[in-house]
């Protein structure tokens, strides 16, 4: 009896390893700013030039579930960077649309249509709509 209880738990979390879709921190050349979120959630923007801004963020939802993220985002103005890719899933071609907003102190992500969430996310997880504060 326990070795099958053992034999469960070992399988759910190897599936669960298996699933998981964890991006790495760049490296970001020169100096980069780190912002976390009230939920364990971090983001920290690197290289960022009046045409673009290099990023990366991950967002913690319900059950521990996560969002990963990178790229390199093209400015539409002063504060407000674009990140798009296309993927398909499914056999359907999915676009994510990505708005990086950066205030003073925060960052703003806004996932149009909530695509990026369709390709980067847990099922309890999300983007559209997490603000990050500067750290400390």
């Not at 990086?100 to 099922?123: M, T, Y």
Request: glycine letters at 8%.
């Amino acid at each position: 009896m326990i070795s099958k209880v053992f034999y469960l738990i070992f399988l759910a979390i190897l599936l669960n390893a298996a699933n998981a879709d964890v991006i790495s921190i760049p490296i970001f050349s020169g100096e980069s700013t780190k912002y976390t979120d009230p939920y364990g959630g971090e983001l920290i923007l690197g290289e960022r030039t009046p045409e673009q801004l290099k990023f990366w963020f991950r967002t913690i939802g319900g059950n521990y579930h996560q969002c990963h993220m990178t790229g390199i985002a093209t400015s539409r103005n002063n504060e407000t960077y674009i990140y798009s890719r296309v993927e398909q899933i499914n056999e359907k071609n999915v676009f994510c649309s990505l708005s990086v907003i950066v205030l003073d102190n925060s960052v703003v992500l806004i996932d149009e249509g909530n695509h990026c969430k369709a390709i980067n996310c847990g099922q309890r997880a999300g983007i559209n709509g997490a603000v990050f504060h500067r750290a400390k």
